[in-house]
């Protein structure tokens, strides 16, 4: 069998496993929840984090991400796409964060960033944020508006694919690769920044 064809066997496969992880949740099976809560806990938390810059927040938004998962389960689409549905309501529920305290999106890079002090091993992008470039890149993340990090967050590291984030952020397919494109660009400049010596960056 060829690679391409193993490939879509494979995708198959693990499109009807995902399908029967569905139905077992509409039904109220326990066991399909904690399968969906340890698959997806630690990377919603990890993009909650990035996009609201406060562990505090992020850990709340979390919670709330999951009692609308517990909530609204028995409503799901027998096709719904978990990590696309997942990530629509954590973004949904920062959105509302931003909203009640009056910070409008194009405001957030101008806030001071405050990531969180993460204890080791607690998720994977506290494993990934040992280098000095992995710390450039973040402090590059963190200048961004929210449009762009969100984005950027979605396809980069939490490796959705298009299709499924263009449904979480409510985007068609072409939307969603032109703003890609523009956010990628948006981060190359702020990574140049960052890396510019500080004479060039005063000058």
Not at 138 to 159: G, N, S
Request: aromatic share 6%; net charge neutral.
């Amino acid at each position: 069998m060829s690679r391409s064809r193993r490939s879509r066997v494979v995708t198959v496969m693990e499109r009807e496993i995902k399908l029967g992880l569905v139905a077992r949740i509409k039904t109220g099976d326990s066991a399909a929840f904690e399968i969906v809560y340890e698959a997806f806990r630690a990377c919603l938390f990890s993009f909650l984090v990035r996009l609201s810059r406060r562990r505090d927040v992020a850990e709340d938004l979390l919670e709330e991400t999951w009692l609308r998962f517990v909530a609204r389960a028995r409503d799901l689409s027998a096709d719904t796409c978990l990590a696309a549905w997942l990530y629509t309501v954590a973004r949904n529920q920062h959105a509302s964060w931003c909203r009640n305290r009056a910070l409008h999106e194009e405001r957030i890079s101008d806030l001071t960033p405050s990531w969180p002090a993460l204890a080791p091993g607690e998720t994977p992008f506290e494993a990934a944020s040992r280098t000095e470039t992995e710390r450039r890149l973040e402090r590059a993340l963190a200048c961004l508006t929210l449009r762009d990090r969100e984005v950027l967050l979605l396809v980069a590291v939490e490796d959705l694919t298009p299709s499924e984030a263009a449904s979480s952020l409510g985007l068609t397919p072409e939307a969603l690769r032109k703003r890609l494109q523009r956010a990628r660009e948006r981060l190359a400049i702020e990574m140049a920044e960052e890396e510019a010596p500080p004479q060039a960056k005063a000058g």
